[in-house]
């Protein structure tokens, strides 16, 4: 079965300073995806970025870029120069196929990011 | 209006009331989902509708009842709940379109049910 594994449940940064935000995973499935979310107090889960189990690069998306090490199984979520808005959950998410070609999420725990002015 | 969307935002309900949460995805996808959101739990899937069809049900209890009536609204129609069942129930809709891109799925804002 997939699993992702969040082991950092509350981290702070300082503004302006990168953060890196761990995410272990463990699947069978040769294709797969890895995704991370953004959950503020609002509750609304917010997508960031997406990589995709045989991209050559590393997925980068503004100020969020993606470490991806295959071999580790670990896909960790860099946030630069951090600002007072990214305070927030962050989830790390697995994509698993159904079997009719849709697809569901299997989400980690979640790490609370506190960013300090 | 664009994006996902979800009506009520808050709710509180008696253990002996019938109510119902409404999705509306304005993103032209062909699958949508409910997940319920616990204090101190993971994410957990609830259903899955790919092209209204129900294509999954993670061993919700019968008490939470979907409905797809078209691509565009998800329903889930809650009857008899538990105090337990008090949650973010939030509903997320995708493009299915296997081997191509991303599959991201659009979250909406969620409902804060509370179970009285």
């Known amino acids: 079965a997939q699993k992702i594994t969040q082991t950092q449940p509350g981290m702070f940064v300082q503004e302006k300073e990168a953060v890196t935000l761990d995410c272990t995973y463990d699947t069978s499935d040769p294709s797969y995806g890895l995704f991370w979310y953004k959950q503020p107090s609002s509750g609304e889960m917010i997508f960031l970025i997406y990589q995709g189990s045989y991209d050559q690069q590393n997925a980068t998306e503004g100020r969020y870029s993606l470490n991806f090490q295959k071999a580790r199984k670990s896909a960790n979520l860099v946030i630069s120069a951090s600002q007072l808005g990214d305070s927030a959950m962050y989830f790390c998410a697995m994509r698993e196929v159904l079997m009719d070609s849709s697809y569901k999420l299997i989400f980690g725990s979640g790490t609370r990011l506190l960013v300090r002015p | 209006e664009t994006g996902v969307t979800q009506t009520p935002r808050h709710l509180v309900m008696g253990m002996t009331n019938k109510k119902s949460l409404k999705c509306e995805q304005h993103?032209?996808?062909?699958?949508m989902y409910w997940y319920k959101q616990s204090a101190k739990k993971p994410l957990e899937l609830m259903f899955v509708y790919s092209l209204e069809e129900r294509v999954e049900n993670n061993s919700v209890p019968s008490r939470f009842s979907p409905e797809c009536p078209n691509s565009s609204h998800l329903f889930l129609h809650l009857h008899t709940l538990q105090p337990e069942d008090s949650a973010l129930y939030l509903c997320?809709?995708?493009?299915?379109?296997?081997?191509?891109?991303?599959?991201?799925?659009?979250f909406g804002p969620g409902t804060r049910l509370t179970v009285t």
């Open positions: 997320a809709s995708s493009q299915d379109r296997q081997g191509f891109g991303s599959y991201e799925q659009y």
């Open positions: 993103l032209g996808h062909n699958a």
